[in-house]
């Protein structure tokens, strides 16, 4: 079992930045991927960016490359995304997920923390 919760969120204007964090706790030496994805209200949940545990490769929604860098703590079993630049599109809901079987599957997921856009 995996335990992820997420913090970091809440209020900021637009063009302003964030830092969200996703601590893991119980097995997690066994993960091999860790995302973070978002989920508006009434629209569905999309992913934002990806981080391999084991050698730290990143990969990004079209989205947020530019604006956002998401980064691993192997010794405080921690990943970070840094959102700069905020846009009111990036409101919502962002849980991190992790996969520990290698595929495209997350199976474990947090509680999510709420970002909140204003203009």
């Known amino acids: 079992q995996v335990q992820l919760v997420e913090s970091g969120g809440g209020l900021v204007q637009a063009g302003g930045s964030l830092r969200l964090s996703c601590a893991a706790s119980?097995?997690?030496?066994?993960?091999?991927?860790v995302g973070w994805f978002r989920q508006a209200p009434g629209k569905a949940r999309v992913f934002v960016a990806r981080?391999?545990?084991?050698?730290?490769?990143?990969d990004y929604a079209d989205s947020v490359k530019g604006r956002s860098t998401i980064s691993r703590d192997n010794v405080k079993n921690t990943v970070y995304l840094q959102m700069n630049s905020l846009k009111l599109e990036d409101a919502g809901v962002y849980y991190c997920?992790?996969?520990?079987?290698?595929?495209?599957?997350?199976?474990?997921r947090g509680q999510g923390t709420q970002v909140t856009i204003s203009s």
């Open positions: 119980g097995r997690a030496f066994s993960m091999y991927r």
């Open positions: 981080i391999s545990w084991s050698d730290g490769t990143t």
């Open positions: 997920a992790a996969s520990t079987s290698g595929g495209n599957v997350y199976n474990y």
